[in-house]
C-alpha cells in the first residue's frame, strides 16, 4: 500500500526556517517525481515544486524561488521542503504527492495519484 | 504562467443532478489536464487524469473531455459523497498550476 507521512510542520516566526519531510513506503519511491502541494485557511491547492526522480531536476512555483529548496534521499525513501525566510503568507497545510507518469497526447505527462495527510506550517510572530 | 480558470465557483444542486464543471487555460495545453476532489480537512483525490481517463476505483459517474484550452468534468448523477471542492491542474508547463476550485453544496 503507498503510504505518504509529512512531518515537520510546526509554527515559526517570520523569516525562520522549517524542514518539511515526506516519508515514503509502499512502491519504489526513487522511480518516480515527487511534488509539493500547499493551500492556505480556506483557500485553494497551490502547487509548490516537484522534483525528478533522481533529483537532477527541480520546479517551483515564483513566490516560492530562492526561499524553499525541494530535495531527496532515495535511500531513506525520503522527500524534504527546506523552507527559508517564512513570510505569514506561506502559512498553509502542506501535502507531498507521488507523481505517475503516463500518456498525455504529445507526451509524458504526471498526474499526483497518492498524496500524504499534510503538514501544517503557520508562520506568526 | 498558465493560468486555470475554473467555473463555476460554486454550486449548489441536488442529489441525483447532473453537473459540468468547466475549466479554462489560458494556453493550450493539450490533455495535460487532471481532475482532484477534496473534502474538508482531507487531501485531494485523483479523479480523472490526461483530460479524460478515469482513475482506478472512482466512480463511473465521474468523467472528464477536452483537449488544448477548454475542459470539462461531469458527473452524471451526484451522490450524497459528491458535495465536495474540485480542483483542475495542468501540468503541461514545469510549473504547474491549480484552477481556484469549485464548491459542490447541497440545494
Known amino acids: 500500500e503507498v503510504q505518504l507521512v509529512e512531518s515537520g510542520g510546526g509554527l515559526v516566526q517570520p523569516g525562520g526556517s522549517l524542514r518539511l519531510s515526506c516519508a515514503a513506503s509502499?512502491?519504489?519511491?526513487?522511480?518516480?517525481?515527487m511534488s509539493w502541494v500547499r493551500q492556505a485557511p480556506g483557500k485553494g491547492l497551490e502547487w509548490v515544486a516537484s522534483?525528478?526522480?533522481?533529483?537532477?531536476?527541480?520546479y517551483s512555483v515564483d513566490s516560492v524561488k530562492g526561499r524553499f529548496t525541494i530535495s531527496r534521499d532515495n535511500a531513506k525513501n525520503s522527500l524534504y521542503l527546506q523552507m527559508n525566510s517564512l513570510r505569514a503568507e506561506d502559512t498553509a497545510v502542506f501535502y507531498c504527492?507521488?507523481?505517475?507518469?503516463?500518456?498525455?497526447?504529445?507526451?509524458?505527462?504526471?498526474?499526483?495519484?497518492?498524496w500524504g495527510q499534510g503538514t501544517l506550517v503557520t508562520v506568526s510572530s | 504562467d498558465i493560468q486555470m480558470t475554473q467555473s463555476p465557483s460554486s454550486l449548489s444542486t441536488f442529489v441525483g443532478d447532473r453537473v459540468t464543471i468547466t475549466c479554462r487555460a489560458s494556453?493550450?495545453?493539450?490533455?495535460?489536464l487532471n481532475w482532484y476532489q477534496q473534502k474538508p480537512g482531507k487531501a485531494p483525490k485523483l479523479l480523472i487524469y490526461?483530460?479524460?481517463s478515469l482513475q482506478s476505483g472512482v466512480p463511473s459517474r465521474f468523467s472528464g473531455i477536452g483537449f488544448g484550452t477548454d475542459f470539462t468534468l461531469t458527473i452524471s448523477s451526484l451522490q450524497p459523497e459528491d458535495f465536495a471542492t474540485y480542483y483542475c491542474?495542468?501540468?503541461?508547463?514545469?510549473?504547474?498550476?491549480f484552477g481556484q476550485g469549485t464548491k459542490l453544496e447541497i440545494k
Open positions: 504527492a507521488r507523481d505517475r507518469p503516463t500518456f498525455c497526447s504529445g507526451g509524458t505527462c504526471y498526474v499526483s495519484d497518492y
Open positions: 522534483i525528478s526522480e533522481d533529483g537532477s531536476e527541480k
Open positions: 494556453q493550450s495545453i493539450s490533455t495535460y
Open positions: 509502499g512502491f519504489t519511491f526513487s522511480s518516480y517525481w
Open positions: 491542474q495542468q501540468t503541461y508547463s514545469t510549473s504547474r498550476t
Open positions: 490526461a483530460a479524460s
